[in-house]
């Protein structure tokens, strides 16, 4: 979802940037950047690592989610280029869709409702939905189990090296969409195709579907 479907990284940041800098940290965007595909609970986890046990979590818990539903409120959740014309390729061809995010479902639910495409997935699996965060399996595991789809017979999108890592761990082929960072070599190699838009992803999947 955030970062392939919606362009909400850079709102994330900032909530994330801001709410730590409010409690006297510096969150850079170097650092920023290596939590993207990972669940709340492990970047927790990590921010505490980094910065400390004197970091004030539960401070930054609460105040970050009311930054970010604040800037979603106002300006509203802005898609990937794209998008639309991706999901009405798979509709045509009546492929079960489902969300697989990092994200806590409250999020999830206000971030599809703010961006207009709620009610467009057979089914949404969130990141406090599984005991483990990409790049565990997890996920997408679930995800394909509620799709009632063996793990070889999906497609997963992904944004993230931590994402591509996953579904590639989960027996998924991974089609990758880089969103703010480039893929790490590791991730590259685990993905049958690296895209630079959702235009190229449609392209290729428009392929995939009738191959030659």
Known sequence: MDGLMLDSEPVYRRAWQSAA????????????????GRNNRDSEAELV???GR????????DDWPLRWQAEVETAGMPVKPGLFGLLELVERHRLP???????????TVLSLRAAGIDGRFACIVTGDQV?????APDIFLEAARRLNVAPAGCL?????????????????PVLMIPDLKRPSAQAAASAIQVCENLDDASAFLDTYLHPL
């Open 21 to 36: 800098a409010g409690l006297g940290y510096d969150l850079s965007d170097e650092f920023y950047l290596a939590l993207i």
């Open 49 to 51: 690592r980094v910065f």
């Open 54 to 61: 004197d970091f004030p979590l539960d401070r930054f818990r």
């Open 97 to 107: 869709l489902a969300v697989a995010t990092s994200s806590d479902a409250e999020q």
């Open 131 to 135: 005991s483990r965060g990409k790049p």
């Open 156 to 172: 997963v999108l992904e944004d993230s090296d931590a994402g591509v890592i996953a579904a590639a761990t989960a027996g998924m």
